[in-house]
């Protein structure tokens, strides 16, 4: 006889998915995940969202776990799941915490190599979770004897790394009987040894001695381990400066007295940089060293004269301290610094945001990526989720001064064209209070356009503003300016939603001219409830700054033989 505390491993995953506070489950159906599929949607707290394919699902649950801070995706095993998997490599790459689950043939199937569906036919049933294993920090296959430690110990690792988890959950295992939970998952990190932190706070206090300028560059493993609030009690404490990467973007509030800008090695504007490479102490804040973030490794810290902290460790000049977790660490650092009497350094106070602005230009002129963002920026209301593609959408969001708690997403780390149109299906459902604003070139939005169908039928009303020039623009500024691979289809963008069955869900304008942008922008604003988008028509080679700055460098380091 069951005991009355029993209940279904399905339901166990379930339950464990609403305590790490997911509300929604992103997938595409197949017969090996249907039964757990029964169980989403009659689960209380909890709503299925559907996608056009796996690999937006992925996509979607990556935005929905930026601002969430956990998300999960469901595939059926096989075409599913390697579907998905490019998804999964971007949230790992970029450090976003997402649970994959596999629908799987059940367990006898498997053991006996059953040639079935969806496999290669050879009776291996873990090709594709050993793929997995390459993006995750956590994978299992369930079983009905080991299910309640697996889920644990694979959602601990999830909440502790902020990394991608995998579970392969075969069809016969969903209502298997496990009992309950019988303690809340482990915290995310555990507290930090006493003893080690005050090693780690004497080492920085020797070298923050003689320090008259502290600046922190934050980055986004600072995003996905939370430190908000404690970078922002940092730069109460003393007059700090403060500078993040373009994947920290948002973390810091861009009207503080304190903030210097976007860093990105020589391609930063003066203030960023004064701020960052002639700093008598550095602190590095879960900011590690890409090309993207770096202006292609061009980046100058002071040599010895920094503290970087990651995750799980912290590293003061060349003394590594493992074990001291990132939030221990600034409140130290916070409390370091408040002793110093630091003098405000000079341009303390002076916003760097009226020198990045761009110009929006004549009303009735053509429309320039200049007229664009300085427009983005005006519409842009405090609180609201800006999402940008990667490529001129991203380089030209970069500079925009940020409003008041907004949030910014983007993927410049792995880069996956089309990525940011399911995220915003993502972003709008993690966070409905806050509107999503995306902008996305012409041919990133034709790998993904599907899922404006998704948006208008879970009711979403984003904007989104398509970037009509042509083509890879980004891609033509680094090589092929002329080459027909870098051209696109000419897709008639206004009619999409309603092709996707948008229906009176969705208003849309195609803009040519700066007073027609302003116009869609003030529609927009008009109309929260409603799906909004714009096309804005572009100069096929016009490019933002920053882009064309860096478009050399990745030339160069491509090294294609010119």
């Known amino acids: 006889m069951t005991a009355v505390s029993d209940i279904t491993v399905g339901a166990y995953l379930l339950r464990r998915l609403r305590e790490l506070d997911i509300e929604h489950v992103f997938g595409v159906p197949g017969d090996y995940n249907l039964g757990f599929l029964d169980l989403v949607v009659d689960f209380p707290g909890l709503e299925w969202i559907g996608t056009c394919n796996e690999l937006d699902a992925g996509y979607a649950a990556d935005g929905y776990g930026r601002l969430r801070g956990a998300a999960a995706v469901v595939t059926t095993f096989g075409v599913g799941e390697l579907s998905a998997v490019n998804a999964i490599a971007g949230s790992y790459a970029e450090s976003v915490p997402v649970l994959a689950i596999t629908g799987m043939p059940a367990t006898a199937v498997a053991a006996a190599g059953t040639p079935v569906h969806h496999t290669l036919m050879d009776g291996e049933y873990d090709h594709f979770g050993r793929m997995f294993a390459e993006v995750t920090v956590a994978r299992a296959t369930l079983t009905a004897q080991n299910a309640p430690a ?53 080492a920085a206090a020797r070298l923050l001695d003689d320090a008259r300028t502290v600046t922190v560059l934050a980055g986004h493993e600072a995003d996905r381990h939370g430190l908000r609030a404690p970078l922002a009690d940092l730069l109460a404490a003393a007059p700090v400066r403060a500078a993040v990467y373009s994947t920290g973007k948002g973390l810091v509030d861009e009207g503080a007295p304190g903030f210097a800008g976007v860093y990105t090695g020589e391609f930063s504007a003066k203030p960023a940089r004064v701020a960052v490479e002639d700093a008598d102490c550095l602190v590095l804040a879960g900011a590690p060293v890409t090309d993207t973030v770096t202006g292609g490794f061009s980046h100058r810290f002071p040599a010895g004269r920094t503290i970087e902290l990651r995750p799980g460790r912290a590293t003061v000049g060349g003394a590594e301290f493992a074990g001291v977790t990132m939030t221990d660490a600034l409140a130290a650092l916070a409390e370091l610094v408040s002793g110093l009497g630091l003098p405000e350094p000079a341009g303390y106070g002076e916003s760097p945001v009226p020198a990045a602005r761009p110009d929006r230009g004549a009303l009735d002129g053509p429309l320039t990526q200049d007229a664009l963002w300085a427009a983005v920026g005006d519409f842009l209301p405090a609180g609201d989720v800006l999402v940008a593609e990667q490529g001129t959408a991203f380089f030209g969001a970069q500079e925009l001064p940020l409003p008041r708690d907004a949030r910014f997403v983007g993927q410049p780390m792995w880069g996956s064209i089309g990525y940011t149109l399911p995220a915003t299906l993502g972003t709008q459902l993690a966070a409905p209070d806050r509107r999503s604003v995306l902008v996305i070139g012409d041919g990133s939005l034709q790998l993904t356009a599907q899922e404006l169908g998704s948006m208008a039928r879970y009711g979403l009303a984003p904007v989104v503003v398509v970037l009509n020039n042509d083509g890879y623009t980004v891609e033509r500024a680094i090589h092929g300016a002329t080459a027909p691979y870098n051209d696109i289809a000419a897709w008639n963008y206004t009619a999409l939603p309603a092709a996707f069955g948008a229906g009176d869900h969705c208003v849309t304008r195609r803009v040519t001219t700066v007073a027609e942008l302003l116009d869609a922008f003030r529609l927009a604003a008009a109309t929260p409830d409603r799906m909004v988008l714009i096309e804005a028509v572009l100069p096929r080679d016009d490019a933002p700054e920053l882009l064309t700055a860096l478009a050399g460098r990745f030339a160069a380091q491509n090294d294609y033989g010119e």
């Open 150 to 202: 697996e889920i644990d110990r694979v959602l601990t690792a999830l909440r502790r790394h902020r990394k991608p988890v995998h579970l392969n959950l075969p069809t016969d295992v969903v209502l298997a009987k496990v009992p309950e939970p019988a303690a809340p998952l482990p915290a995310a990190d555990a507290p930090t040894d006493p003893a080690l932190l005050a090693a780690f706070r004497a």
